[in-house]
């Protein structure tokens, strides 16, 4: 049996989810892609995170998180100048939202750091193929350029926008999607986006 291989970008993250209780918080690597990658990989895929993080300590614990699931992480690039994105869950009467801000000092966190097409070139020159399907929650150019490169490659993607930053890539990012999915919430927003392709 050939064991499914998929490859995926987008938002890496730390979440922090406080102890009931505690002042204190669990840490976990998050970020859609992530958390599809590793779903797949304990289900026994062959999953292939791709994006940057920094070398902080934040990064550090996001790397030893995913470390546990088997994923690997080979094409994670951790950067000297970048910090890892921090996201704070904070919890209501029947939901959570996640923040960007230290519960501690109200300190804002790092920004997302998507891969520039120079280096989607370079990794999708080194991923060993071929891959099943490439994951893409979050368009950049860098991150399009990866997806057209994998879908050259003989995958097909899967496209899960939780917003639209930059309307012309998220259209073409549409047009080659295999696979488009978004939450009930977003329904207005992108049914009148994607109606226009």
Not at 80 to 103: D, G, K, L, N, W
Request: glycine share 8%; proline share 6%; with cysteine.
């Amino acid at each position: 049996m050939i064991t499914p291989r998929i490859t995926g970008t987008g938002l890496f993250t730390l979440d922090a989810v406080p102890i009931p209780g505690s002042p204190q918080y669990r840490l976990f690597a998050g970020g859609s892609s992530i958390n599809v990658l590793t779903i797949l990989a304990t289900e026994g895929w062959d999953a292939y995170p791709v994006g940057c993080i920094g070398r902080d300590r934040a990064s550090a614990y996001f790397m030893q998180d995913l470390s546990r699931f088997g994923l690997n992480l080979d094409f994670i690039l951790q950067k000297t100048e970048s910090a890892m994105p921090v996201y704070v869950q904070i919890s209501h009467a029947e939901s959570h939202q996640f923040v960007r801000q230290c519960p501690a000092c109200g300190a804002e966190f790092s920004h997302y750091d998507a891969i520039s097409e120079a280096e989607a070139e370079a990794i999708t020159a080194a991923l060993p193929g071929p891959f099943d399907w490439v994951y893409l929650e979050r368009v950049a150019p860098g991150a399009l350029h990866f997806a057209k490169r994998c879908k050259a490659k003989g995958a097909r993607l899967y496209f899960e926008p939780n917003r639209i930053d930059n309307e012309a890539l998220f259209l073409e990012c549409l047009r080659f999607a295999d696979v488009f999915k978004y939450s009930h919430e977003r329904y207005e927003m992108m049914e009148h986006r994607s109606g226009s392709i």
